[in-house]
Nanobody, 123 residues
Framework: QLKLVESGGGLVQPGGSLRLSCAASGFTLDNYAVGWFRQAPGKEREWVSCISSRGYTTYYADFVKGRFTISRDNAKNTVYLQMNSLKPEDTAIYYC????????????????WGQGTRVTVSS
């Protein structure tokens, strides 16, 4: 069974950090570009970041640029999202997704999705 599982979410104070993980099972993640998306309460899901299959290319949405870092360890079949300087507006459910089409910001391009991990930024 092909599956992506996110972990690492939780409650953090403004200015704090979290590292999210996206682990794949049932398939080899190094054949896929991986993206992170998020959905805040009452809002549409939006693209956050993506990384190419070998990790050579990364892209970020403007609202996280300089604060979030995407990386991957293909030996562990895992992609990470390091989130620093978190703000209350970063509160959302974060999803990872995999695509064989190369890096992109459109949800329709992604073939496999995880169930999400909740991030709450609050004092």
């Amino acid at each position: 069974q092909l599956k992506l599982v996110e972990s690492g979410g939780g409650l953090v104070q403004p200015g704090g950090s979290l590292r999210l993980s996206c682990a794949a099972s049932g398939f080899t993640l190094d054949n896929y570009a991986v993206g992170w998306f998020r959905q805040a309460p009452g809002k549409e899901r939006e693209w956050v970041s993506c990384i190419s299959s070998r990790g050579y290319t990364t892209y970020y949405a403007d609202f996280v640029k300089g604060r979030f870092t995407i990386s991957r360890d293909n030996a562990k079949n895992t992609v990470y999202l390091q989130m620093n300087s978190l703000k209350p507006e970063d509160t959302a459910i974060y999803y990872c997704a995999a695509t064989s089409l190369g890096v992109g910001a459109e949800m329709i391009e992604y073939e496999y999705w995880g169930q999400g991990t909740r991030v709450t930024v609050s004092s």
